[in-house]
């Protein structure tokens, strides 16, 4: 949540409204801009060292003609060209640094995390359409718990969905 949030801090930071689809995709309106990969390494219940991965799209035009319909770029959405990529860079690590900064010193509590997290969401509020792999239904996105569960409801019952267990089906 922190890296998404960094992510959004610095888009915001250069005019750019963007949100979050749930777990790990930053989006412009309905297309994929950037993704977040991250690789944690346990010790019994704890997190020892984690490896994060961010790929953002900033001045690419042309993507392959498979994913053309659901990513793009900074530059496609919003016609803004990053000339300075190396600052953009530095920017963005900023935001991220100061995100985990006021997280360890508690000026960024968990429940505000999540608050912010939630607030940031794509399609938040809206029924969208989703599948299990076994089946596709529509359901309404209420909120991403505390546990990183994605909470929907779907024909008034409230269901929880770990990563990769639901997927959102874009169209």
């Given at each position: ?72 770029s ?61 089946r ?22 409230e ?13």
């Amino acid at each position: 949540m922190l890296i998404s949030l960094g992510i959004i801090d610095w888009l915001e930071s250069i005019q750019v409204k963007a949100t979050i689809k749930w777990p790990n995709d930053i989006l412009i309106g309905n297309k994929k801009i950037a993704g977040i990969l991250i690789e944690n390494k346990s010790a019994g219940q704890n997190i020892k060292q984690s490896v994060i991965g961010i790929g953002i799209n900033v001045n690419q035009k042309q993507f392959f003609e498979d994913i053309v319909n659901t990513a793009s770029s900074i530059l496609n959405e919003t016609g803004k060209y990053i000339h300075d990529l190396p600052e953009a860079c530095l920017n963005l690590l900023t935001h991220l640094h100061r995100r985990f900064q006021d997280h360890k010193s508690k000026k960024l509590t968990d429940s505000i995390l999540l608050k912010e997290y939630n607030d940031n969401l794509f399609r938040k509020s809206i029924i969208s359409s989703y599948s299990t792999g076994k089946r596709s239904f529509e359901a309404y996105l209420l909120r991403v718990d505390k546990t990183g569960e994605l909470v929907l409801l779907e024909n008034n019952t409230e269901k929880k969905y770990y990563f990769k267990e639901v997927v959102f089906n874009l169209q």
